[in-house]
């Protein structure tokens, strides 16, 4: 199994950005799928996450209302949208997959993407 994120950069503060996680070596509708970020010198923190069909999403508080977490099952790919970054966005954004999360556990990751965003 393997999950490639990519979409990060160097931003404004307002502009907008959209990750990308394409997975392979696993059928993703089987698949619950999450977005998380770490800053630098902060512990991982979950973002969003998106059930088997993309019928049920949830997101942290700090992001509701400016990302969008979606998935394409057809193209193996899952996707964050986001919208009016803030500075306080800036983190390694790391896409992970699982068949059933336990208590947020995902058992695989991908290799992280940077998303920097200047105030």
């Known amino acids: 199994v393997q999950l490639q994120a990519s979409g990060g950069g160097l931003v404004q503060a307002g502009d907008s950005l959209r990750l990308s996680c394409a997975a392979s070596?696993?059928?993703?509708?089987?698949?619950?799928m999450g977005w998380f970020r770490q800053a630098p010198g902060k512990e991982r923190e979950f973002v969003a996450d998106?059930?088997?069909?993309?019928?049920?999403?949830s997101y942290v508080d700090s992001v509701k209302g400016r990302f969008t977490i979606s998935r394409d099952n057809a193209k193996n790919t899952m996707n964050l949208q986001m919208h009016s970054l803030k500075p306080e966005d800036t983190a390694v954004y790391y896409c992970?997959?699982?068949?059933?999360?336990?208590?947020?556990?995902?058992?695989?990751w991908g290799q992280g993407t940077e998303v920097t965003v200047s105030s």
């Open positions: 992970a997959a699982d068949r059933v999360p336990t208590s947020g556990v995902y058992h695989y």
């Open positions: 070596g696993l059928t993703l509708s089987m698949y619950y």
């Open positions: 998106i059930s088997w069909s993309g019928s049920s999403t």
